[in-house]
């Protein structure tokens, strides 16, 4: 087992944004029955640590790849870039998000009075949010192979859709009162 592999070698996929999450799943459980620390009990306590320290590798391997936003950001970071933590957006991008949370916080404030009518607008405020992630995804997957700063844009915008449609989902939650 090689740590120095990428994430996408350890899967046996091809580095691209856009992958077959199915195989990603069968290869991760695959990896998972071979390097399991159960399967080596009776083994050296260096073969236990290696088995500890790589299924800890794959699974974080497995979480970051699954996720759309971490694989891209991963992606990035693999061409040298670094996310920043207070981006520069352009400023149409940083009012629509302003109008978005206005609009969450809205179907919040009108829960109170109508929960069935909430959740309604709720559902297709999450449908847009999630169109506009999908969309976002699209042009990750075109931009990365072209113009790396445009699809470091793209990532930044799509953290903070993601950031508002957890949003969404605790609003949904505390609504439901799961």
Known sequence: MDFQQTFFEIFQLPEAYHLDVDQLSSSYLELQKRIHPDNFSS???????????????????????????????????????????????????LMSQIELREELDDISETASEEIDAALSR???????????LSSLEGSFAVQFDVELAAAEQTTYKMQFMNKLLVAADQLEEQLLDY
Not at 55 to 75: C, D, G, W
Not at 122 to 132: N, P
């Open 122 to 132: 709720l559902d297709g405020f999450k449908s847009s949010v999630k169109e506009t």
């Open 43 to 93: 083994a050296t306590d260096t073969e236990k640590r290696h088995s500890l320290q790589w299924a800890t590798h794959v699974n974080e391997a497995f979480t970051t790849l699954k996720s759309p936003l971490q694989r891209a950001i991963y992606m990035l970071e693999q061409r040298g870039l670094s996310i920043a933590h207070n981006p520069d957006l352009e400023p149409a991008f």
